[in-house]
């Protein structure tokens, strides 16, 4: 069984979810994020946060997997102070839905006063609510921004252990490990980190503390980064006991502080009935046949890593 603790599904299709299932992901987290296309005023934000909560949360176990989101201002635009004001004020109410299993993902993009201004806002948010932090470290000055990120963590008060670093690379996993942070892996191509590199990186590291994740989204990206990445690592020797805790019981530990995301979840899920409605909607277009399962079919049928 696998996790992917970083996934934007909103920007995939249903074809990723049926491949994800297939290769064994039995449960993801889509964190807010920026789609692209600017926000210019409040409304459309919260319609997305309702979308990340509702719509896809329904879409996902329709296809055998449980979703779970985190809910947050993006960095890029925390630089918009109106429609920030506007999102913080909403904030809140959406991190005690269902689900929701963290604040995030917040941080650093370009690394200016006003990104700083509504990352502090929003640790002392998950500080209030008692939720895991999921920081986007920048892409640019990554390690002077990822050192940054943990230093104000530690500034607002929050537990190393209740933060997880992501989109971590061989410049910074060394710090945020030795801080007592957990440390996330996005496997991305051609920019964040390859499955090959990550396969070194558990060489080194072990597991302890490290999360694999694929932040699949609207960018040439992987839905089965996290799946292949596991295949890479024990076909080159890697203990499968790691291979586990890197790919799925690390991201369950770390997000299930939350107490929203237990094993029991799909374990033991409800079965999957395509012609269920979500406000009135189905996934089905066009008059297609719906699948009817009994729970746990899919995994039965799926490739599993065990």
């Not at 909560?53 to 449980?66: D, L, N």
């Not at 929701?100 to 700083?116: H, M, S, W």
């Not at 948010?125 to 999921?134: F, G, H, Q, R, T």
């Not at 499955?195 to 932040?215: P, T």
Request: net charge negative.
């Amino acid at each position: 069984m696998l996790i992917d603790p970083h996934a934007h599904m909103i920007s995939r299709t249903t074809d990723d979810y049926q491949a994800m299932a297939a290769a064994g992901v039995v449960a993801l987290i889509e964190p807010a994020f920026w789609v692209g296309q600017p926000r210019t005023f409040v409304g459309t934000y919260v319609d997305y946060l309702s979308t990340i909560v509702g719509w896809e949360r329904f879409r996902a176990g329709q296809f055998g997997i449980r979703h779970y989101c985190t809910i947050g201002l993006n960095s890029k635009e925390a630089n918009n102070e109106e429609l920030a004001e506007g999102v913080m004020e909403w904030l809140p109410r959406f991190a005690l839905k269902e689900g929701v299993v963290a604040i995030g993902e917040i941080g650093y993009d370009e690394q200016t006063e006003l990104e700083d201004k509504y990352f502090r806002l929003q640790l002392s948010l998950a500080k209030e609510l008692d939720l895991p932090v999921m920081v986007h470290t920048p892409h640019r000055d990554k390690k002077q921004g990822t050192t940054r990120s943990m230093d104000v963590c530690e500034e607002m008060g929050l537990d190393p252990s209740m933060v997880i670093i992501d989109h971590n690379n061989e410049e910074t996993v060394g710090e945020v490990l030795q801080r007592g942070y957990w440390a996330g892996f996005s496997i991305y191509p051609s920019t964040k980190m390859g499955n090959a590199r990550m396969v070194e990186l558990l060489k080194q590291y072990g597991s302890e503390r490290i999360i694999v994740d694929s932040a699949c989204d609207w960018g040439i990206s992987d839905c089965l980064g996290v799946a292949k990445t596991a295949q890479l690592a024990l076909q080159s020797g890697v203990p499968e006991s790691t291979v586990r805790a890197v790919c799925y019981g690390n991201a369950l530990a770390a997000y299930g502080q939350s107490g929203q995301m237990k094993e029991s979840d799909w374990l033991e899920p409800p079965a999957i009935d395509q012609r269920t409605l979500y406000e009135g909607n189905s996934i089905l277009r066009g008059g297609r046949d719906p699948v009817i399962e009994e729970p746990g079919t899919l995994r039965r049928k799926g490739l599993q890593i065990k």
